[in-house]
């Protein structure tokens, strides 16, 4: 019983779906650091210190392929748990 859907590989990530993942990463990572940043302070004691964001969970519009392809590539870093951060230059 060999069927076709065991033998064939995945279907691989085209370039143009890396390009508007990575685009949509970027876009919700800045959007999470701003909301983040926009809070005055959460408490009476946190002194208006930021949040840090640094990683957030990828836009799920996009396969987790697509996500580890970019790892591949050295562009994102995993950082456990699901979440992603754009790797230091």
């Known amino acids: 019983m060999n069927s076709e859907s065991e033998a064939t590989p995945p279907p691989a990530v085209t370039a143009d779906q890396l390009k508007e993942a990575y685009k949509a990463f970027k876009k919700r990572l800045k959007l999470t650091q701003l909301d983040a940043d926009s809070r005055l302070g959460v408490g009476p004691l946190s002194g208006g210190a930021g949040w840090g964001v640094t990683g957030i ?12 392809e970019l790892v591949r590539q050295g562009k ?3 950082q456990g748990g699901g979440l992603y951060s754009l790797s230091q230059p």
């Open 76 to 78: 994102l870093r995993r």
């Open 57 to 68: 969970i990828p836009p799920q519009q996009f396969p987790t392929a697509v996500w580890e």
